[in-house]
């Protein structure tokens, strides 16, 4: 077993023994037994934001050269949020380009992004529409708006 699959065996062991006291976290695993380099992980809404009772799914892919290289980060999920690209679901956070360290790992990287739904940075959109009204102060139309979104394409579905 390579260096990379011994640490993401260990993140995972350690994620699964510490998962209760990260509620925002709903799954952070392998997509399957046969490839620890593809992960997925699903995020919770948080209450008090306008993405609550969301479920937001990300796919995560582990470069050969992990925690040397950051891994890429996309939400499958449909999101509105101005620091990720709406069609791609790409996500515009410094510590998965020029600021990641070895020392982050895949449920710290997660946490950060779920803390970047609630803290966005206008200044560097990936969609405009939903910086723009950040920037003009508009907040009960970014709110609105990302609670359509949220409505439209994060709501569980209920199985009847």
């Given at each position: 077993m390579d260096t990379v699959s011994r640490r993401l065996i260990k993140e995972l062991r350690d994620f699964d023994k510490e998962a209760a006291s990260h509620p925002e976290i709903l799954e952070l695993?392998?997509?399957?037994?046969?490839?620890?380099r593809q992960w997925k992980a699903c995020?919770?809404?948080l209450p008090g934001?306008?993405?609550?009772?969301g479920v937001f799914d990300?796919?995560?892919?582990i470069p050969?050269?992990?925690p040397i290289h950051p891994p890429t980060m996309q939400f499958?999920?449909?999101?509105c949020h101005p620091n990720v690209h709406f069609k791609t679901g790409e996500i515009c956070l410094d510590i998965l380009k020029t600021e990641w360290s070895p020392a982050w790992?895949?449920?710290?990287?997660?946490l950060a992004v779920s803390l970047l739904l609630s803290n966005p940075e206008p200044s560097s959109p990936l969609n405009c529409?939903?910086?723009?009204?950040?920037?003009c102060g508009d907040m009960l139309a970014y709110e609105n708006l990302i609670r359509m979104y949220t409505q439209l394409h994060a709501l569980p579905k209920i199985n009847k």
């Open positions: 695993a392998p997509e399957s037994d046969h490839d620890l995020l919770a809404g934001t306008p993405y609550e009772g990300l796919s995560i892919q050969r050269n992990y499958t999920t449909k999101i790992t895949l449920k710290s990287t997660v529409d939903a910086a723009n009204l950040l920037r």
